[in-house]
């Protein structure tokens, strides 16, 4: 690891003014490229504090061994070297966007003297039309045999071309109607290139002019009743229109443009790109890339565009970019686009209408491409083993954690505070064994101490269990700190005591767990087949959070007696794993299947409590008076407030008139008049338009909900 010290240039070496610059490792090879508008200031902030320094940048500058600069006269020279450099030097610690596969372009050959219509993979020719790309070849060849009944341009090889030629006699499309037959001189070869053009034309979007054409000829045909050209021409018009249904206007004008959406987590980020031409989605691509440098969105769609226009001239590169950030400065960026097309680009972010509905739809589409990323990741059981292996390497644990529990605390402004555990088993997760907790020991915020309440009653459960089986007589009675039996069942055998969770497994199954009948989540079962919830102890507890949190939750286990169990927090600003009792933190490496996995448990515990802490807080504020009445169930609720009208005419009456409720005993009666006697009313309604105070005649009906009134 080499010290950026070593290798800092002198103070006034670098000049203040645009240009590109270049790590190189000891070995000379680049690792990273870059560009600036002052290359003095950019360059100095390399060359600080390593502690300030973003993990991955400081990766890079301990790595690097030297740097060199190039100074240009303009920020849009210093983009398109900066793009030529990273193309030319293929840098590691650059962000570098690589198809996920190959995709066809629909390609017109009018570099040939009899074009050719067919599917295109690569490389961009010169002097060749291309319209896509397109998610799919068979998509291309559906389309294409739809328009050869209008465009009977030649689709087959130069072989088939030449024989054809040299035995005077066309292939099949040529006797059914779907080549003009050039090879054997049923057209010239100026006519054939205009029905070549004819076809980009269409294909570009000009569509109009054409069908309005075939449908003049269409009636001009029938009324000169040559009605087999008619139906001909019918049929044409008809193909060309299912060819363009294929295609559905997306936005008006025809509009030429180009979307691109970002989604992206710590670790990698998915791009995706809808080309429209002529207001329709011509075509479609993306890309997922590892974020090996501190990059923010603006960023990534920099590197996306060089990555999409750093070849293309002319009309590749559309009038429009609509972008979900726009890099800073912005002026460069546009001005490189104008000089590859020729004109003006606008580089925006769509604020309304149609534009934005798209946007919308496109950043669906990434979002889906990086989560579908990451299943076919996780899904594999090579990576699964080597991201186990990795984790129990950086950890220190004798063997591979094969079932992980995650923590995780949620709440909303100290209000609400739940927490979560989530399983993972064999790098997978194990829903049907999810829990959920209640934080009740105390009121407001503190995640430490919640951490600290919900390890001990996961725990404490556990040690109940191994009390059952007699697995744990000699400790529950001697060892200090640990409870016994009757502690522990006191402790977490009564529902609602702060040793009690709520515990709800997410998902179907209930006690035979999603997989079916006899299919349980793995662990001890009771006498009755079900499984024992708590019984099966991790080898891994994984916190959210930092030291603070680590250290709250191996204070738990050390209370309760439980050595076996290892411990390690996830911190989610840097991505950084903290174990107990150590001042600096285990850093992965970005590209560690354990960091992924780790990454991957972390952020499942944190979105189940967090939607258990947004239906406890939706349950809340559509709480009414009534829900407070122990024992009063929907049915009796009703009968009440369609008796009475109100929850007001409720409370003002007596036990005696409850008690002519039907249902409603007299015991019920008095604790309902008790708990609205108890309960504060509502503050009256206000109509803000007149300052009129409105009666709560009709509070009845938000109660009859579970709701109030405002």
């Excluded at 040299?166 to 290139?193: D, M, N």
């Excluded at 934005?356 to 950043?363: A, C, G, H, I, R």
């Excluded at 079900?530 to 102890?537: L, S, T, V």
């Amino acid at each position: 690891m080499a010290d950026p010290s070593s290798y800092r240039p002198k103070p006034g070496q670098i000049p203040d003014s645009p240009g590109v610059y270049k790590f190189r490792d000891e070995h000379g090879r680049v690792i990273y490229v870059g560009k600036a508008k002052s290359l003095r200031q950019r360059l100095s902030s390399y060359f600080q504090d390593l502690a300030n320094l973003h993990p991955r940048t400081r990766t890079m500058v301990t790595t690097a061994a030297a740097v060199e600069w190039t100074v240009v006269s303009t920020e849009v020279e210093a983009l398109q070297l900066e793009y030529s450099w990273i193309k030319e030097f293929d840098p590691r610690f650059n962000v570098k966007y690589r198809d996920d596969k190959s995709y066809p372009s629909l390609a017109v050959t009018l570099n040939e003297e009899f074009p050719r219509v067919q599917v295109m993979r690569g490389a961009k020719k010169k002097g060749v039309r291309y319209f896509g790309p397109y998610a799919h070849a068979w998509a291309i060849r559906e389309t294409v045999d739809l328009m050869l009944r209008v465009f009977p341009v030649r689709t087959c090889s130069a072989g088939v071309f030449k024989r054809s030629a040299q035995i005077g006699r066309p292939c099949l499309l040529g006797y059914i109607g779907k080549c003009s037959a050039p090879c054997v001189g049923r057209v010239t070869a100026e006519e054939h290139r205009q029905l070549a053009e004819e076809f980009c034309d269409f294909m570009a979007g000009r569509t109009g002019t054409y069908l309005r054409r075939l449908e003049e000829q269409m009636h001009e045909a029938a009324e000169e009743m040559e009605y087999e050209k008619a139906a001909r021409l019918r049929d044409d018009i008809g193909a060309l229109k299912r060819a363009m249904e294929k295609n559905a206007v997306v936005l008006a004008d025809a509009t030429d443009a180009d979307l691109i959406a970002v989604a992206e987590d710590e670790l990698e980020a998915a791009v995706q790109i809808f080309h429209v031409r002529g207001g329709r989605v011509r075509g479609q691509r993306g890309w997922v890339t590892d974020k090996v440098e501190a990059v923010d969105t603006a960023g990534l769609v920099e590197h996306a565009l060089q990555q999409l226009y750093g070849e293309e001239r002319g009309d590749a590169v559309p009038k429009e970019v609509l972008v979900p950030a726009v890099p800073e400065p912005a002026e460069p960026v546009a001005q490189w686009l104008a000089d590859r097309r020729g004109s003006r680009v606008d580089l925006r972010i769509p604020q309304r209408g149609d534009k934005k509905d798209l946007m919308e739809t496109v950043q669906r589409n990434a979002q889906q491409a990086l989560a579908l990323h990451k299943t076919k990741r996780a899904s594999d059981l090579t990576t699964r083993s080597r991201a186990l292996e990795e984790i129990a390497e950086a950890l220190g644990l004798d063997s591979a954690p094969l079932r992980v529990e995650c923590f995780d605390i949620s709440h909303l402004q100290g209000d609400d505070v739940v927490a979560s555990m989530v399983v993972f088993e064999d790098g997978l997760p194990r829903k049907s064994e999810y829990r959920r907790f209640q934080i009740k020991s105390f009121a407001g915020q503190d995640d430490v101490r919640s951490m600290h309440e919900v390890v001990s009653r996961r725990f404490r459960r556990y040690l109940q269990e191994k009390q059952k089986t007699g697995e744990w007589q000699e400790e529950a009675t001697g060892a200090e700190g640990v409870p016994g039996a009757t502690e522990a069942s006191a402790i977490a055998g009564v529902p609602g005591t702060a040793g009690q969770p709520i515990d709800r497994p997410e998902g179907p199954g209930g006690p035979e767990g999603p997989d079916g009948p006899g299919q349980g989540p793995s662990g001890p079962i009771d006498e009755e087949g079900r499984p024992k919830r708590f019984a099966y102890p991790p080898q891994l507890v994984v916190v959210d959070g930092g030291k603070p949190q680590v250290a709250a939750a191996k204070r738990a286990l050390d209370e309760l007696g439980v050595d076996d169990v290892a411990v390690c927090g996830l911190a989610k600003r840097l991505e950084e794993v903290w174990l107990p009792d150590e001042d600096d933190p285990v850093v992965l490496p970005r590209s560690s299947e354990g960091l992924y996995l780790l990454q991957r448990v972390r952020d499942e515990a944190h979105r189940f409590a967090i939607t258990y802490q947004r239906s406890k807080r939706a349950k809340s504020l559509k709480a009414g008076p009534l829900d407070t009445v122990p024992g009063l169930g929907d049915s009796r609720k009703q009968a009440l407030l369609k008796h009475f009208g109100s929850v007001k005419r409720l409370r003002a009456a007596t036990v005696e008139q409850i008690c002519e409720v039907p249902g409603v005993g007299r015991k019920t009666a008095e604790t309902v008049a008790a708990a609205l006697a108890g309960s504060a009313p509502a503050a009256p309604a206000v109509n803000t338009a007149t300052g009129e105070i409105i009666e709560d005649e009709a509070a009845g009906a938000a109660s009859s909900n579970g709701g109030t009134r405002p």
